[in-house]
């Protein structure tokens, strides 16, 4: 269990709305200092400097999907260890357990609970040993 509490999240959506709504929920509502990217390439040219301790992820993006991205941090030595958890509207038991198989911390249906996105995040949190 993770003793060290979450500060810093990166968000990467490319739905303009959706993104904003998310980063209300996670920086205004739930305190988090949040670094929101529109696109896969935003985040990989953005992760470094800002060093986020948690990622949260849209499966389906332009350009550079979800799990395309989950990949490329996945490769790089500073985030290849970043729980990472998906955000998508398929929210089958099929797909569900393919984002988990990949290495998902948690999957979250959209749409989401703007009040309780947070706590959310901070639960999937404290059950990792990271």
């Known amino acids: 269990m993770n003793k060290t509490p979450l500060n810093k999240v990166m968000l990467v959506e490319d739905d303009p ?6 980063e209300m929920a996670l920086g205004t509502v739930g305190g988090f200092e949040l670094m929101a990217c529109a696109s896969g ?21 332009p350009a550079m999907d979800g799990p395309t991205l989950f ?4 490769a790089r030595p500073a ?6 958890v998906f955000m998508t509207a398929k929210v089958q038991p099929e797909e569900i357990e393919r984002w988990r198989a990949l290495g998902a911390a ?11 996105l ?8 404290g059950k990792l040993d990271v």
């Not at 301790?53 to 389906?60: E, F, S, T, Y």
């Not at 985030?79 to 990472?84: D, G, H, S, W």
């Open 118 to 125: 947070a706590n959310r995040l901070r639960t999937v949190w």
């Open 79 to 84: 985030t290849a260890k970043m729980p990472i």
């Open 17 to 22: 709305d959706i993104r904003e709504i998310a």
């Open 41 to 61: 390439g935003e985040a990989l040219r953005r992760v470094d400097a800002f060093a986020p301790q948690l990622a949260v992820i849209d499966v389906m993006m």
């Open 106 to 116: 948690d999957v979250i249906a959209k749409p989401f609970d703007p009040l309780a």
């Open 71 to 74: 990949a490329s941090l996945r």
